[in-house]
């Protein structure tokens, strides 16, 4: 019998193609990017493609992919097994072994002699990026020490480069690119080819693999270690690039010791905006005529406590561009994030006018920074500063930028998808609180008292603890309550954080984090309950608008589009 031609192909994900190849997902994206004849996604949507497994396997014979990652999959699980999830001490390890140095830890048998067997066939840059890449993908999965992606390494590239074009600076050497938190050296080391990297990181075993990378990619890099923000490697350097992925969140970045630093060119950030004082930093060490490249959680936008900074920001002309990127692209957490572009203006340049904001927070992240993958006119907005200047000062690309539906049903089914992607992150951060005995037995702690005592800072929107014995998420959750909400709301309606009534009960710091731990979950269901209604808002909007225009069919229209009514078709059954 013939076969059916009529039948659908057989059709794979990125996920399957990687078990297939014996390789990681990040392997296939790159295999996507950087191979012109790789297989065309077949169905799916742009952020789940499918493909045709006949012409996946075609190919990976074509490239010997499986053959070729064989002996680098069992290098990887022996350092596995020897390691165990300590990958950046395997990762120093191998580099230590590739560059003839000591290791703390030295590679054990039979994970050296599978590396001297691997060493001897292939490049020992490419060997040891492949690693890296591994090390990128397990920590993304585990959730374990934060690392710049991939995918998001292509994406900073992809906009340093078009940053100078939009300014018109294209044809400007870049001779100097600067990380003040390199990490492994994801951003420092691949953007911009052939220039000079300076980078600073504050974990030695991160900065060795950075410098290890450097040196088997036989660029020139100068590296130091420790902390950038209190201890500057390299404070008389003005880079033509910087770019940057800092650390977020951290409540203790030396604010008190550095009041007087002169980074703060728009002022001196709060406490609860570390974000900002990368900006600042990063700004600080920009050449004129150059630029700096920052991923920031999609909320530094926004904050109400960073407001006058980012207002200083748009009125003196140094942000050029706000990118809203798609979730997913974090290592250590889901949230969506933005980059930010910074500009100094060299002798001469005329006076901006207008930010650029780009939305491409539903864009598919593999496919970001490709040629065919670049921005639409429909995603940007060239918005005038004072449009931006009101009492928020928000930054959000979403907020400016028209949606543009070109394909209906494939960017609603995107949206859908993400719903229900959501609604599991929303149900997974939700935590499980049993029934409690109705009160807590605990004296109260004056939040005044707290203050005075140099325990607590209430410089910003939100308390931070000053001291390890009391926990801050522990503090602003119980400023949350009921009654600290009455204390603190006046009359007009407005709340504002009443420091001289506002109590929170005493207990012993393992149990402060317990409450602490509970707080900070409900904290992110909320942020990302924010982002759910903003896509809801969306998908809405979409629906409505594809429904009327006809772009978009009722669930029931496929058989009224056939010309019979639901009771002819009963008839006819």
């Known amino acids: 019998m013939a076969a059916d031609e009529s039948a659908p192909a057989a059709v794979v994900t990125a996920a399957e193609i990687a078990r297939l190849a014996g390789v990681t997902r990040a392997a296939v994206s790159n295999w996507r990017r950087r191979h012109p004849d790789f297989p065309r996604p077949a ?14 396997q075609q190919w990976l014979d074509r490239q010997g992919k499986g053959r070729e990652t064989s002996a680098e999959v069992d290098l990887w699980h022996e350092l596995r097994a020897q390691y165990g999830d300590e990958l950046l001490t395997a990762l120093g390890a191998v580099g230590a072994r590739l560059l003839g ?25 490419a060997l040891y990026a492949d690693l890296v890449e ?19 390494e292509r994406i900073v590239a992809a906009f340093a480069g078009s940053a100078d074009e939009a300014a018109g600076a294209s044809d400007r050497t870049i001779g100097t ?47 130091a270690c420790g902390d950038s923000l209190r201890k500057d490697a390299f404070p008389d350097l003005r880079a033509d690039l910087v770019v940057c992925d800092p650390p977020v969140g951290v409540a203790d970045w030396g604010r008190d010791d550095l009041l007087l630093d002169p980074r703060w060119e728009l002022g001196v950030p709060p406490r609860s905006e570390s974000e900002l004082a990368w900006v600042q930093h990063c700004f600080a060490h920009t050449a004129p005529g150059g630029r700096a490249l920052l991923v920031l959680p999609s909320s530094v936008a926004y904050r109400k406590a960073g407001r006058r900074i980012r207002a200083e920001l748009v009125r003196r002309g140094l942000l050029a561009s706000v990118v809203a990127l798609p979730p997913g692209l974090m290592s250590s957490h889901s949230l969506p994030v933005h980059l930010w572009i910074l500009r100094r203006p060299a002798q001469g340049d005329p006076a901006p006018t207008h930010i650029r904001m780009i939305d491409l927070s539903t864009a598919d992240p593999d496919g970001i ?14 918005v005038p500063p004072v449009d931006i200047l009101d009492d928020d000062v928000d930054l959000s690309p979403g907020r400016y930028v028209t949606p543009h539906h070109g394909d209906y049903p494939v960017e609603y089914a995107a949206l859908r998808d993400r719903i229900q992607s ?4 929303l149900l997974d951060l939700l935590p499980e609180l049993p029934a409690g005995p109705g009160r807590i037995e605990a004296a109260p702690m004056g939040l005044g008292d707290l203050v005075r005592g140099g325990l607590v800072d209430l410089d910003g929107t939100e308390p931070t603890s000053r001291t390890d014995q009391l926990d801050t998420d522990y503090l602003r959750g119980f400023l949350r309550s009921a009654a600290n909400t009455r204390r603190s709301t006046t009359a007009s309606g407005t709340l504002r954080l009443n420091a001289s009534g506002a109590q929170v009960p005493q207990m012993d710091v393992g149990r402060q984090r317990e409450y602490g731990e ?30 009327t225009s006809g772009a978009l069919l009722p669930p029931s229209a496929t058989s009224v589009s056939s010309g019979k009514s639901e009771s002819q078709e009963a008839q006819d059954q």
Do not use: W
């Open 422 to 425: 959501l609604a599991r992150d």
């Open 101 to 125: 140095t000591a290791a703390e830890q030295p590679l054990a048998e039979p994970a050296a002699a599978a590396l001297t067997a691997l060493s001897a066939e292939r490049d020992a840059h």
């Open 177 to 223: 690119v600067y990380d003040p938190a390199c990490g492994i050296g994801t951003l420092l080391l691949t953007a911009v080819p052939g220039a000079h990297r300076y980078g600073q990181e504050l974990n030695p075993a991160t900065a060795a693999i950075a410098e290890f990378r450097a040196r088997l990619g036989g660029g020139t890099a100068t590296l």
């Open 518 to 547: 509970a707080f900070r979950r409900l904290a992110a269901f909320e942020e990302l309950l924010r982002e759910a209604a903003a896509i809801g808002g969306r998908v809405g909007a979409l629906a409505y608008d594809g429904l």
């Open 369 to 382: 920074g490709m040629k065919d993958c670049a921005p639409t006119p429909e995603q940007i907005a060239d």
């Open 134 to 152: 591994r090390c990128i993908a397990s920590a993304t999965r585990s959730g374990g020490e934060p690392m710049t992606t991939l995918a998001l």
């Open 43 to 56: 169905a799916g949507t742009a952020t789940s493609p499918l493909f045709a497994l006949t012409e996946v």
